[in-house]
Nanobody
Framework: QVQLVESGGGLVAPGGSLTLSCVAS????????ISWYRKRPGVPRELAAW????????DYPDSTKGRFTVAKDNAKSTATLQMNNINSEDTAVYYC???????WGRGTQVTVSS
């Protein structure tokens, strides 16, 4: 059974940093990329970052490029999303997804507030 479990969300001040984790199980982690999505209030769910199966390639939309860093540790079946210089528009529920499938985690809430 495929499972993806996000953690690391919380309350963070504008300009701060936060690292989210996604622990996967039930499938060969090294053979699939991981996508991080986020659901902001009033906005359709959107891609926040993507990392390839090997962890060597990444991609970001303009909204997170330069501030977010995605990584993948195949030995630990874990992907992380390092979020820097956070702003109010980053308030969202963040989800990880096994790329190319409909396997999603349940999400972790990130709230940006001073």
């Amino acid at each position: 059974q495929v499972q993806l479990v996000e953690s690391g969300g919380g309350l963070v001040a504008p300009g701060g940093s936060l690292t989210l984790s996604c622990v996967a199980s039930g499938y060969p982690f090294s053979q699939h990329g991981i996508s991080w999505y986020r659901k902001r209030p009033g906005v359709p769910r959107e891609l926040a970052a993507w990392v390839s199966s090997s962890g060597l390639n990444t991609d970001y939309p303009d909204s997170t490029k330069g501030r977010f860093t995605v990584a993948k540790d195949n030995a630990k079946s874990t992907a992380t999303l390092q979020m820097n210089n956070i702003n109010s528009e980053d308030t969202a529920v963040y989800y990880c997804r096994r790329s190319g499938t409909e396997d999603w985690g349940r999400g972790t809430q990130v709230t940006v507030s001073s």
